[in-house]
């Protein structure tokens, strides 16, 4: 099918690629144009600004992979050019209150917006990516075919009403904080524990054959820490992208305590003004290996 896409970061890049090879066609547009021109370079057309983007799809079928501060002001942008009946579809990391609001103003105008909480970072492209949908039912089996080439094999269901896939996405990255501080900890255990000269690498490989903790992401951790055994260049400060945050406000305000997310944020946060130690700076490789992030982020 035919599909818009605006904002080729890290990702989007690689769900158009995907998306070209299922036959897809693509219609890309970006604020910087090297990735741009990669796109097209991958078989993609181009559109230089929203009124072209538009005008080359029939029906406007827009996928939104922006950051969560701008999904709203883009919308806005692009909405009254479309025809009533437009779908477009936010697959970024935006807080699904913000979700809720912005799919009522687009709904006003006769239009639809679909949250796809997305999952898979740089590995996606040849992995699948894991989606979690929300937003008006029939506008979802409309762009099924799309989610299908992105998606990993199961890897992708409908849960509901307008930001619920926004709310599963948001609760996924809650957990990975946790999993990725226990991870880190473990690790830092074994670095700097009473068995001196453990090898790290090889504790993770054994644990990755059989053991209850195993995951992919303790296998980016043995090959980051096969890399770099000694984590150097890492300063150890870690950046947080704001679901985790969210997360808390919402369980804060359900009153449901959350220990071990709230402790794992809080490292991030001490991290950022100079808290850094082994496991602050295995946490900063670990999100290089599985999201291409920088590993001394500016922060």
Excluded: C
């Amino acid at each position: 099918m035919k599909i818009g896409f605006s904002g080729l970061g890290k990702m989007g890049s690689q769900m158009v690629v995907r998306l070209l090879r299922d036959d897809h066609e693509v219609i890309v547009m970006n604020r910087s144009p090297g990735p741009a021109q990669k796109a097209v370079l991958e078989g993609a057309r181009l559109a230089s600004n929203p009124q072209e983007l538009v005008n080359a799809l029939d029906p406007v079928i827009v996928w939104l992979m922006l950051p969560d501060i701008i999904v709203a002001e883009h919308l806005k942008k692009i909405l009254p050019l479309a025809p009533k009946g437009s779908i477009f579809i936010d697959g970024g990391n935006s807080d699904f209150r913000n979700t809720q609001v912005l799919s009522k103003f687009v709904h006003s105008s006769g239009n639809f917006l679909i949250d796809v909480g997305t999952s898979g970072g740089i590995l996606g492209l040849e992995n699948g990516f894991s989606m979690m949908v929300g937003g008006d039912h029939k506008a979802v089996k409309q762009i099924k075919p799309v989610l299908n080439s992105l998606a990993a094999p199961q890897g992708w269901d409908y849960f509901g009403e307008s930001g619920s896939g926004h709310y599963v996405k948001m609760v996924h990255n809650a957990i990975e904080y946790g999993m990725m501080e226990s991870y880190a900890e473990g690790y830092r255990m074994l670095e700097e524990g009473p068995f001196k000269k453990l090898n790290l690498p090889t504790a993770g490989r054994v644990w990755q054959n059989g053991s209850i903790i195993q995951s992919l992401l303790n296998q980016l951790t043995v090959e980051a820490l096969t890399e770099n055994p000694n984590l150097e260049g890492i300063e150890g400060r870690v950046a947080e992208s704001g679901e985790a945050r969210w997360t808390i406000e919402t369980a804060k305000e359900l009153g449901i305590p959350l220990p071990a997310i709230e402790a794992a944020f809080d490292v991030r946060l001490k991290s950022q003004i100079g808290d850094v130690n082994f496991s602050t700076k295995l946490l900063a490789a670990m999100r290089n290996k599985f999201g291409g992030h920088s590993s001394n982020p500016e922060l």
